[in-house]
């Protein structure tokens, strides 16, 4: 297959949606297809020269969301590529410019188009001019609107998933994991050499937060527990690796509790070394309630390091024992198990059955996630060529009807 797939944010921008679909990309080719990016341009990014099939078009950042970017133009390059390319198949990941440039292309070309959602909107809308233009409400109108003509949508989640169904999307939805990587060598960690260039001893305690600094990912509340773990085990350091916009404020927090001693703040980190992290780190935390799936969560466990989060219908399917993590329903209840863990490390004891993992590592494997996404290109295709479809007024619901009734047979089968 040639598959075009139409995103807003991609490498080197360091975000969820960005990892998702690299991984996304390796896998499919991987398999032996033919990806083909479409994305905005960065000014972190390298020239074309260094990116094969990666094609940028001109952009700015997003309003009051500068880390992002929006294509303003390019749309009749787009149509000419595309062409050239031959593609079977578009595949959107952002609702914005370059998603609307897909379907574009996606009707011009004849071919299916299919949406991944990835954010929950209503958490965002505060950044675009204090939530005045597009409040939480509106998220569903937009999304029922962008949605219409698709073949189908990937959802990372069933909560994900539920969310749309509220909004009252119509499209058949396929709940479809994003994957990491499961399956790492010797020489990809290199925490202990992390650990010096940190200043940190072997035996110091660490709690890790990795990811996108901002305001919804509620970094103030871990760094309250931490500073109420500092009172049982005061040679623990918290370990806070990334940046954005909120970085400033919680450095201030930081101060204002009085631990600055005790958090190390990394800046940016290039994702290839987000592992060497996650070995490092006795403990991973989180207190963000605003996750659809939440790559950081999963990678963590991938270096056999424990997860303190708050409960959510995806991670609630994940987290099912204690060697995998505790989940908890309030940011006041995160101090105890990140205690536990935190102890069960320096006295080198396993908490939970080390067994668990093993159904629950396939599950998140990218290899999975390529087989799956893959699968899902071929129904669509399949449904969009269907003899008895033709184009009218009704058929985008005709399109509907027969790939859900694919979709739940498939499971049946399964």
């Known amino acids: 297959m040639n598959v075009g797939i139409f995103t807003d944010t991609y ?45 940028r078009f001109a952009s700015i950042p997003f309003v009051g969301f500068k880390e992002r970017r929006v294509t303003y133009r390019g749309g009749l390059q787009v149509q000419e ?45 505060h950044y675009i001019f204090n939530g005045r233009i597009i409040r939480p409400g509106s998220v569903g109108v937009i999304l029922r609107g962008y949605t219409h003509g698709l073949t189908g949508m990937i959802a990372p989640s069933e909560q994900t998933r539920s969310q749309l169904i509220d909004y009252g999307i119509k499209v058949p939805i396929e709940i479809i ?18 650990r010096e260039e940190l200043g940190l001893s ?7 937060s990795l990811g996108r ?71 991973f935390v989180s207190a963000s309630e605003s996750e659809t799936q939440g790559l950081t969560y999963i990678e963590a466990m991938t270096g056999n390091t424990p997860v ?19 989940l908890v329903s309030d940011t006041d209840e995160l101090v105890e198990p990140m205690l536990k863990y935190l102890t069960a490390a320096q006295n080198e004891q396993t908490i939970g059955d080390p067994n668990s993992r093993t159904n629950i590592l396939h599950e998140i494997d990218e290899r999975t996630f390529g087989q799956r996404v893959e699968a899902f290109y071929q129904e669509a295709i399949a449904v969009y060529h269907e003899e008895d479809i033709e184009e009218a007024e009704n058929a985008d619901a005709e399109y509907a009807r027969i790939f859900s009734r694919r979709i739940f047979k498939n499971r049946r089968n399964d």
């Open 11 to 55: 490498l080197p921008q360091l975000s969820g949606v960005a990892t998702s679909i690299e991984t996304l990309r390796q896998q499919l080719e991987r398999q032996g297809h033919h990806v083909y990016i479409f994305t905005s341009t960065d000014p972190n990014a390298p020239e074309r020269i260094d990116e094969p099939n990666v094609y």
């Open 81 to 125: 590529i595309s062409k050239e390319l031959n593609l079977d198949i578009v595949h959107t990941q952002t609702e914005f410019s370059l998603g609307l440039f897909g379907k574009s292309v996606a009707r011009a070309l004849h071919i299916p188009v299919v949406h991944t959602y990835h954010t929950n909107y209503e958490d965002y809308t």
């Open 177 to 194: 994991p994003t994957g990491v990587k499961v399956l790492h060598t010797d020489e990809e960690d290199q925490s202990v050499a992390l």
């Open 202 to 208: 072997s035996d110091t305690p660490i709690v890790l």
């Open 213 to 283: 600094i901002a305001f919804e990912k509620n970094i103030e509340a871990v760094l309250e527990s931490f500073a109420e773990i500092l009172e049982e085990m005061p040679e623990a350091h918290l370990i806070i690796a990334g940046d954005g916009p909120a970085e400033s404020a919680i450095h201030d927090h930081a101060a204002a509790l009085e631990i600055m001693d005790n958090v190390i703040f990394t800046g940016y980190v290039d994702h290839e070394k987000a592992y060497s992290y996650y070995c490092l780190a006795d403990v």
């Open 308 to 326: 303190v989060a708050m409960h959510s219908p995806y991670l609630d399917t994940v987290i099912t024992n204690d060697n995998l993590g505790t």
